[in-house]
């Protein structure tokens, strides 16, 4: 098991950008995937971005382009760079961990909170 917790949420206004960072407590260095999820009043909870050990990303369509993972396993922790964005990205963000033994991700944060308005 991991705890993480995030950090960086807030308001800001459309086009504005934002720096989301997970930091857990061990090493994640043998973590196969890290990843951001969110999920804004009434919908469903959205896999944004994760990325995997060796570096490889993978993000949503809605984010793509504007959104940017990176993990840094010195430091222990994930960071989720979101420029350009919209009122939809206002949502709960959450980081979550996956070993590769499991089947989902997977010792989650608290979250931190996105708010997009003009």
């Known amino acids: 098991q991991v705890q993480l917790v995030e950090s960086g949420g807030g308001l800001v206004q459309p086009g504005g950008s934002l720096r989301l960072s997970c930091a857990a407590s061990?090493?994640?260095?043998?973590?196969?995937?890290m990843g951001w999820y969110r999920q804004a009043p009434g919908k469903q909870r959205e896999l944004v971005a994760f990325?995997?050990?060796?570096?490889?990303?993978n993000y949503a369509d809605s984010v793509k382009g504007r959104f940017t993972i990176s993990r840094d396993n010195a430091k222990n922790t994930v960071d989720l760079q979101m420029n350009s964005l919209k009122p939809e990205d206002t949502a709960v963000y959450f980081c979550?961990?996956?070993?590769?033994?499991?089947?989902?991700?997977?010792?989650w944060g608290q979250g931190t909170q996105v708010t997009v308005s003009s």
């Open positions: 979550a961990a996956k070993r590769f033994t499991s089947s989902a991700f997977g010792s």
């Open positions: 990325i995997i050990k060796d570096g490889t990303t």
């Open positions: 061990r090493s994640i260095f043998n973590i196969y995937a």
